[in-house]
């Protein structure tokens, strides 16, 4: 894991060759999060058995079920012995998750209609016959195969007509292009299934680079890229 956040750290030092040609602006994936002024919320410090109790409370409060109704009876009778208020605290919790979406989907529209190079991971999302012309570009590898996707504002829908071969999604990559705040929800077809994500920006591409080129090593540490990769093509 450490290797493999040295090598994704070191993706934002790189200037390319075509990047400079093209007099693009350099772009790092934080400028496309910007913080929201909002009061942060503070959640009840609960144990983990207080908290599977809250969990039956939610998944079972609206169940018209008589025996569903007496497990959420059951459940708040036992947190209020305990001295847990269960109302306030689920309010305490829509409120974070409200607040954690408005920050995951806070999108910085100044960047709207640049010509940008950015470094990152794709995933392809649709074919024309071997060569991709779709992909998630994202900022660290492995993200959204077998884990959850990143917030919606570390996610691009990128779009290159032309069409590039991925190799390996571990493998890092420059694309330019034009970039728009645009979030958008889509199904998309992942290699381990089909997945519903939230896109916070679109990106029209104009070239999309390997990394290190055809070199295999990593210009930073001297090791060999693929002693920085998991082999079975995910990270930890």
């Excluded at 070191?10 to 929201?36: G, H, Y």
């Excluded at 392809?124 to 012309?133: D, E, I, L, S, Y």
């Excluded at 993200?143 to 691009?156: E, T, V």
Aim: aromatic share 6%; glycine share 6%.
């Amino acid at each position: 894991m450490k290797k493999i956040l040295l090598l994704t750290s070191t993706l934002s030092f790189a200037v390319q060759a075509n990047s400079e040609a093209l007099d693009l602006q350099k772009l790092d994936w934080q400028v496309l999060a910007p913080s929201i002024n909002e009061q942060e919320v503070s959640l009840p410090n609960v144990t983990e058995a207080q908290k599977r109790l809250l969990a039956s409370v939610i998944q079972y409060q609206n169940s018209p079920d008589s025996a569903a109704s007496a497990k959420v009876k059951a459940a708040r009778e036992s947190l209020t012995q305990q001295g847990i208020d269960v109302d306030a605290a689920l309010d305490a919790r829509a409120r974070y998750m409200s607040l954690a979406q408005r920050k995951a989907e806070s999108l910085n529209t100044e960047v709207n209609g640049k010509q940008v190079s950015m470094s990152g991971f794709v995933v392809p999302t649709k074919f024309n016959g071997v060569k991709a012309t779709e992909f998630l570009f994202l900022p660290y590898a492995g993200a959204c195969i077998h884990m959850p996707p990143p917030a919606a504002n570390q996610i691009i829908k990128l779009r290159y007509p032309s069409g590039f071969e991925v190799e390996n999604v571990q493998f890092p990559v420059t694309v330019s292009g034009t970039i728009n705040a645009d979030k958008q929800t889509e199904l998309v077809q992942l290699v381990d299934g089909k997945m519903n994500v939230t896109m916070g920006y679109a990106m029209e591409a104009l070239t999309i680079d390997k990394y290190y080129g055809d070199a295999i090593s990593n210009p930073v540490t001297g090791l060999e890229l693929q002693d920085s990769l998991d082999h079975k093509g995910h990270a930890h």
